[in-house]
């Protein structure tokens, strides 16, 4: 595939800056990081060194600095002016950000341009580590699961294809052979994602609550439900506290997101039901027994499959282009998906079917007066042309 993603000029514009830099890329498994990175090193002249802790067994922050120090002595060999050092899956190293550090901070004092390019598929751990060792250091590229446009310029899909089938760019082969398909998703996807980038990496006392909880949530995605709902669904549930955790890591990971209330008080804010929302709809396809050609003819199923994949749009944008995604509910009164940057507030109603009314726009004009509405629906801006553009077009 010769699909080049627009982060990859990012990319290619740092490596031709002179100074070094630790260029972080992060984002959900099989989105294509390591892809990117095999097209940069195929365009750049920079000599490089390329390693993944992926496959190493029980890594520890030593491999980090027996890999420095062989980019340090191939950049001595290559006689050039500049090196490229590539570790990929570095989250998968304990202690990593700091041994980085220390190994950054040694080339500098001694004028190595050693130029570093991170890449990780656990947002959390990546943050964490940024933030505890690597401040002032770094710069981040976050890669989103693939859009729309991405798909059907990689693949030709349709917008219809891509709301079954989501944005993994691995599986678009395969869906001529659904039942194939959803095994790859299953399978290559999913569970490697829960195992290797939640399960492997961070403390989970009660892992089939977790997995559990993801397929809850895929199957009530751009739904609203209460933590106290969750409960009384989940065996073994524990308490919301626990609940609310592990959202946050599937969420971290690039599968299943909390949307909150957006409320002008923070603490009801915080505390709000969360809306479930998938970063990807191949996570509900894969796990329902509808195909695509019979989902289609069922409206009311294919009609929250849209508002899903309207749904994900909207969360994959807000972390590439830092906007603010929350729903609004007060009573009956209800907006799907709200979107803030800055003091500007747009609200979202997602209408697939029959009814292209939303009902509680009026109530959210009086308690958003500045706030713009946006229907997106056949009486409004269709589906399949919302996907089709940046959301952060709208501010």
Request: hydrophobic letters at 40%; charged letters at 25%; glycine letters at 6%.
């Amino acid at each position: 595939m010769k699909y080049e993603r627009p982060q990859l000029d990012l990319l290619k514009a740092r490596v031709k800056e002179k100074r070094k830099f630790i260029q972080v890329l992060m984002g959900p498994r099989q989105i294509g990081k390591t892809t990117m990175v095999t097209q940069l090193l195929q365009w750049t002249k920079v000599p490089h060194h390329f390693m993944s802790a992926d496959g190493v067994s029980g890594p520890d922050a030593t491999w980090i600095g027996q890999q420095w120090e062989t980019a340090r002595l191939k950049f001595k060999q290559s006689e050039a002016k500049e090196f490229l050092l590539v570790i990929d899956e570095v989250q998968k190293i304990s202690n990593w950000s700091e041994q980085v550090k220390s190994l950054w901070d040694e080339d500098s004092r001694s004028a190595t341009n050693m130029k570093v390019i991170l890449l990780g598929s656990s947002r959390l751990l990546l943050q964490q580590g940024l933030t505890e060792s690597l401040a002032g250091r770094f710069e981040t590229i976050y890669l989103s699961h693939w859009s729309f446009s991405e798909m059907h310029k990689a693949f030709g899909w349709n917008e219809n294809q891509f709301a079954w089938f989501g944005g993994y760019p691995g599986s678009a082969e395969l869906i001529r052979d659904e039942k194939r398909w959803k095994d790859y998703v299953m399978h290559s996807l999913i569970e490697t994602s829960i195992s290797k980038d939640i399960l492997m990496l961070t403390r989970v006392d009660k892992p089939a609550l977790m997995k559990r909880l993801f397929e809850l949530g895929c199957s009530y995605s751009s739904q609203i439900l209460s933590y106290n709902k969750m409960l009384g669904q989940l065996t073994e549930a524990g308490n919301t506290t626990t609940l609310s955790h592990y959202l946050q890591l599937l969420d971290t990971a690039g599968l299943l997101a909390g949307v909150e209330k957006i409320s002008k008080d923070k603490i009801r804010q915080r505390s709000s039901s969360p809306k479930f929302q998938v970063h990807n709809t191949a996570l509900i396809s894969a796990q329902r027994s509808e195909n695509y050609e019979s989902i289609t003819r069922d409206l009311a199923s294919w009609g929250r499959i849209v508002e899903s994949c309207v749904g994900a749009h909207l969360l994959n944008y807000s972390l590439t282009e830092k906007f603010d995604l929350w729903y609004w509910r007060d009573g009956n009164d209800e907006i799907d998906f709200v979107i803030q940057m800055g003091k500007t507030i747009i609200g979202l109603e997602v209408k697939s079917g029959n009814t292209q009314k939303a009902a509680g726009t009026d109530a959210f004009k009086k308690k958003f007066p500045s706030a713009k509405l946006l229907l997106i629906g056949d009486k409004g801006l269709p589906w399949k042309e919302f996907i089709k553009m940046n959301p952060a077009d709208l501010f």
